[in-house]
C-alpha cells in the first residue's frame, strides 16, 4: 500500500511538473509574441510619427501659400481699385518687388495725377514712359519697384 501511495504522489508530482512547464512553454510563447506586437507597434508609431512631421511640414507650406495667395488677391483688387475709369491698363505684371503696368491714357497729366501719385507713394522707384498714339491718347509703360535692403546694400 506504501509503494502505491509513493507511486501515486510520485505521478501527481510529475503530473504538477509536466503541467508548470507546459505553462512556461506557454508563458514564453506567449512573452515573444507580446515583443513582436510591441516592436510592430513601435515601428507603426516612429512611421506615424513621422508622417505627423512631413504633414505639419505640408500643413504650414499650404498655410504659408494661401497667406501668399489672399494677400496677392488682395492686392490685385487694391490695384484694380486704384485705376481710374479714364486708364486702361492692357498688362500688368506682378513681381515680388516690382509692378509693370502697360495702358492707355487720355494725357499725361491724367496719368500722372491720377495713378502716377499714388504708385509713388507705394514704390519706391517709379519710372514711366509715354508714347503719342495717332488718335491723341498716350499708351504708357509704368515701371514701379520696392527696393529691398538686399538690392541697396
Same mark, same amino acid.
Given at each position: 500500500?506504501?509503494?502505491?501511495?509513493?507511486?501515486?504522489?510520485?505521478?501527481?508530482?510529475?503530473?504538477?511538473?509536466l503541467l508548470i512547464k507546459l505553462k512556461i512553454h506557454s508563458l514564453n510563447n506567449q512573452t515573444k509574441s507580446?515583443?513582436?506586437?510591441?516592436?510592430?507597434?513601435? =515601428?507603426?508609431? #516612429?512611421? %506615424?510619427?513621422?508622417?505627423?512631421?512631413?504633414?505639419?511640414?505640408? @500643413? *504650414? /507650406?499650404?498655410?504659408?501659400?494661401?497667406?501668399?495667395?489672399?494677400?496677392?488677391? =488682395?492686392?490685385? #483688387?487694391? %490695384?484694380?481699385?486704384?485705376?481710374?475709369?479714364?486708364?486702361?491698363? @492692357? *498688362? /500688368?505684371?506682378?513681381?515680388?518687388?516690382?509692378?509693370?503696368?502697360?495702358?492707355?491714357?487720355?494725357? #499725361?497729366?491724367?496719368?500722372?495725377?491720377?495713378?502716377?501719385?499714388?504708385l509713388k507713394s507705394i514704390f519706391q522707384s517709379s519710372n514711366t514712359i509715354f508714347y503719342l498714339n495717332n488718335?491723341?491718347?498716350?499708351?504708357?509703360?509704368?515701371?514701379?519697384?520696392?527696393?529691398?535692403?538686399?538690392?541697396?546694400?
Amino acid at each position: 500500500m506504501w509503494l502505491v501511495f509513493i507511486g501515486f504522489v510520485v505521478i501527481i508530482l510529475f503530473g504538477f511538473d509536466l503541467l508548470i512547464k507546459l505553462k512556461i512553454h506557454s508563458l514564453n510563447n506567449q512573452t515573444k509574441s507580446y515583443i513582436a506586437q510591441t516592436k510592430k507597434a513601435y =515601428d507603426i508609431s #516612429k512611421r %506615424l510619427q513621422r508622417n505627423i512631421i512631413f504633414l505639419t511640414k505640408e @500643413k *504650414s /507650406v499650404a498655410e504659408e501659400i494661401f497667406a501668399s495667395n489672399t494677400i496677392l488677391k =488682395d492686392s490685385i #483688387k487694391n %490695384l484694380f481699385d486704384l485705376v481710374p475709369d479714364q486708364i486702361t491698363l @492692357k *498688362s /500688368v505684371i506682378m513681381k515680388k518687388n516690382s509692378l509693370t503696368l502697360q495702358g492707355i491714357s487720355p494725357s #499725361k497729366d491724367t496719368f500722372n495725377f491720377l495713378l502716377g501719385s499714388p504708385l509713388k507713394s507705394i514704390f519706391q522707384s517709379s519710372n514711366t514712359i509715354f508714347y503719342l498714339n495717332n488718335d491723341g491718347w498716350y499708351r504708357f509703360v509704368s515701371s514701379n519697384k520696392i527696393i529691398d535692403e538686399e538690392d541697396r546694400l
